[in-house]
């Protein structure tokens, strides 16, 4: 910490990721808070990511398309998604697709088996990034089931400019980073998850202000917004030397 101190600038994606270096002893009169970088407006402006568009696409969804995506780990709880959906009564609205090989896919395969819900979910595996962008698409929901609670996601940040509703984790960076634009359930908690499910799913107006939401808070997020943000700090800093 007697080191580290000694550094004019400490940079964190997230508010939380910045209290625990807080909690750590770094000077809080050093550190600044600036998310991921993302090229957010490559993928709104590249898709024809507008209010109206996102608008539309919700309220005339008849199924819901449930996207989650990643590496396939354990630590990654896909199997609270799984969960979710079996305490659903009215399943055949749903389509999940879960995206990503790993480790434990063969088991969420099997546990979707065994509780009856192979008509529901599509595991297509390890994707291209263009395939994943087709998913994006399709996609009128964007879950994001476990994280590291501190961390922020590139992932996330890109669901958001597709302009998509978001279900996290909540009290940690995710939720920080989804803002209006998610809502939020217990860490680990599938029920909870399953209510938010359903919360969305059964009220359009609901998803179509979360998906404006999301999309608002993505522009916002942009790399050259942040990159600007970044220059500002370094300029700064220089000029303290020059001082």
């Known amino acids: 910490?007697?080191?580290?101190?000694?550094?004019?600038?400490?940079?964190?994606?997230?508010?939380?990721?910045?209290?625990?270096?807080?909690?750590?002893?770094?000077?809080?009169?050093?550190?600044?808070?600036?998310?991921?970088?993302?090229?957010?407006?490559?993928?709104?402006?590249?898709?024809?990511?507008?209010?109206?568009?996102?608008?539309?696409?919700?309220?005339?969804?008849?199924?819901?398309?449930?996207?989650?995506?990643?590496?396939?780990?354990?630590e990654k709880g896909f199997e609270l998604v799984i969960k979710a959906l079996a305490e659903i009564n009215n399943k055949t609205k749903y389509r999940v697709i879960m995206s990503g090989g790993g480790l434990d896919e063969n088991r969420l395969k099997q546990m979707v088996k065994k509780l009856g819900l192979e008509n529901y979910f599509y595991f297509p595996g390890w994707v291209s990034h263009d395939r994943l962008k087709d998913f994006f698409l399709q996609a009128h929901v964007f879950i994001l089931p476990k994280w590291f609670i501190e961390y922020s996601s590139v992932l996330l940040i890109e669901a958001?400019?597709?302009?998509?509703?978001?279900?996290?984790?909540?009290?940690?960076?995710?939720?920080?980073?989804?803002g209006k634009g998610g809502l939020t359930f217990s860490e680990d908690n599938y029920l909870e998850l399953a209510d938010c499910l359903e919360k969305i799913s059964n009220d359009q107006d609901l998803r179509v202000s979360l998906a404006r939401n999301s999309l608002k808070s993505s522009r916002d997020l942009d790399y050259k917004r942040l990159t600007a943000a970044l220059e500002r700090i370094m300029y700064g800093l220089t000029e303290k030397v020059d001082e």
């Not at 940079?11 to 990721?17: C, K």
């Not at 958001?160 to 989804?178: C, D, Q, R, S």
């Open 1 to 74: 910490v007697l080191i580290a101190n000694k550094l004019d600038a400490f940079i964190f994606t997230t508010p939380s990721v910045q209290q625990v270096y807080h909690d750590f002893g770094f000077d809080k009169n050093k550190s600044v808070i600036i998310p991921d970088f993302v090229d957010t407006r490559k993928i709104i402006d590249g898709h024809g990511r507008k209010e109206e568009a996102i608008s539309a696409f919700q309220r005339l969804a008849e199924t819901i398309n449930v996207f989650c995506s990643g590496r396939m780990i354990r």
């Open 160 to 178: 958001m400019a597709y302009g998509l509703p978001t279900i996290i984790p909540a009290g940690g960076g995710l939720e920080w980073l989804a």
